[in-house]
């Protein structure tokens, strides 16, 4: 999922013009997100590393409602779909 964001962000910012319902502003804050969404994860990582499984839990539900909305505002499928 993480993965897939940053890719779409990659993409869109390697466009001279954003595509149609994507502003630059939305891409700037997708990529705020992103980094947000990433060091999120390496939190949750670690804590499952570490046996803090109930912290690795809230970090990953954490990502995953960030991501949702980061996914909903460059006009990626929805969490569900890309199952």
């Known amino acids: 999922m ?4 940053k890719a779409r962000v990659t993409a869109l910012s390697d ?3 954003v595509p149609a319902g994507v502003s630059a502003a939305g891409l ?12 999120t994860w390496s939190e949750a990582t670690a ?7 109930a912290a690795a839990v809230a970090k990953a539900t954490e990502v ?3 991501a ?11 969490i569900a779909e890309m199952k």
């Open 68 to 78: 949702g909305k980061v996914m909903t505002s460059l006009h990626m499928p929805a």
């Open 28 to 39: 700037a804050e997708a990529r705020g997100g992103l980094a947000t969404l990433t060091q």
């Open 47 to 53: 804590a499952t590393q570490s046996g803090d499984f």
């Open 64 to 66: 995953k409602d960030r």
């Open 2 to 5: 993480v993965d897939a964001i």
């Open 15 to 17: 466009m001279k013009k």
